[in-house]
């Protein structure tokens, strides 16, 4: 009996994952974060820990605000969010399956997220280290080109891990990149890119001459390297950086950052950054103002006057 609730448990994650996948257009990413989160739900509701006794049809909202409540000090008001977001979608999916007849998610009020400013990479930082590197060194030129091409362009680390051969147009010098929920779109490469991209190809194919194709642009021995390996790549470029934040996104907020400070339009960075909303682009436009605000109390008299 424990066996067939357990292949049943198995069944509906494989379709809950599905749900996610094809019916919401989730990405990869987030259908294993929901249906971690499900999991870590359902251990902490189960009796003894037994999640082969779970029944959705007995879940309340209270059961669901206490468990948020008891994960509350020890997860961030995102990740308390997406927790959220996770129930909802699981029991929506088994609501439309008619497995259950109401949401018990439904009335819970998402965790409010704090606003911050994305933080970003000072210019004479960034530009010494992606011009310090070794050519004659394997390791330290993929470090090169990662750390280029998530500068000069503000993929995502998904997206720059995904990028195969195939995608890359030298004559019309642009990349076709697949973002959040599989939305394609191109976004324009610079000719002195395109020049580093040929060579490192080259030295990839010398050091790993059995590589699948299309070729991931990206490799290591075993194909695309893992979100993790690109993640360690970015973190030990940043080491010596003044950034707190040490990691693949940062490098998306100081392009971003550097286009607006630059003079490019806000419509420019929402389509190169594959932002669905312009909303969610304005929030580069406070950080610039923010430096402006900087710029001014240090250097303006009449603000050096007020300080008097």
């Known amino acids: 009996m424990a066996a067939e609730s357990t292949l049943r448990q198995r069944e509906v994650k494989t379709e809950f994952s ?12 987030t259908v294993e974060a929901y249906c971690r989160d499900i999991e870590q739900f359902v251990r902490w509701l189960m009796p003894d820990g037994d ?10 909202t209270a059961d669901i605000r206490a468990w948020l409540t008891s994960i509350a000090a020890e997860d961030s008001a995102l990740t308390l969010r997406r927790k959220t977001q996770s129930l909802r979608a699981f029991f929506r999916f088994l609501l439309k399956r008619g497995a259950i007849t109401s949401n018990p998610a439904s009335d819970i009020v998402l ?11 000072k210019e004479n930082e960034i530009e010494e280290i992606v ?42 010098r642009e990349v076709k990149v697949f973002g959040k929920r599989s939305k394609e779109r191109t976004v324009p490469l610079p000719e ?74 806000l419509d420019t960075v929402k389509e190169f950054l594959g932002h669905a909303s312009l909303s ?29």
Not at 111 to 121: C, G, N, T, Y
Not at 158 to 170: G, H, Q, V
């Open 111 to 121: 965790a409010k997220a704090p606003k911050h400013l994305p933080e970003f990479v």
């Open 51 to 60: 999640p082969a006794a779970f029944r959705p049809a007995s879940v309340t």
């Open 192 to 265: 002195q890119l395109l020049k580093e991209i040929r060579t490192w190809q080259t030295v990839r194919d010398s050091h790993f001459p059995d590589l699948p194709s299309p070729k991931p642009l990206i490799a290591g021995r075993d194909g695309a390297l893992s979100r993790t390996a690109i993640y360690g790549i970015v973190r030990d470029a940043l080491s010596a950086s003044s950034a707190q934040r040490k990691s693949p996104h940062i490098l998306r907020h100081t392009f971003a950052t550097s286009m607006l400070n630059n003079g490019a339009s």
């Open 131 to 172: 011009t310090s590197y070794n050519p004659a060194d394997f390791r330290s030129f993929r470090q090169h080109i990662v750390m280029l091409l998530l500068y000069s362009t503000g993929l995502r680390r998904e997206e720059l891990r995904t990028i195969t051969d195939a995608d890359i147009d030298f004559s019309l």
């Open 18 to 29: 599905k749900y996610l996948r094809y019916e919401l257009n989730r990405s990869p990413h």
């Open 280 to 308: 969610t682009t304005q929030i580069y436009t406070h950080l610039s103002f923010a430096e402006l605000k900087k710029a001014y109390s240090s250097a303006h008299p009449r603000s050096r006057d007020e300080k008097k």
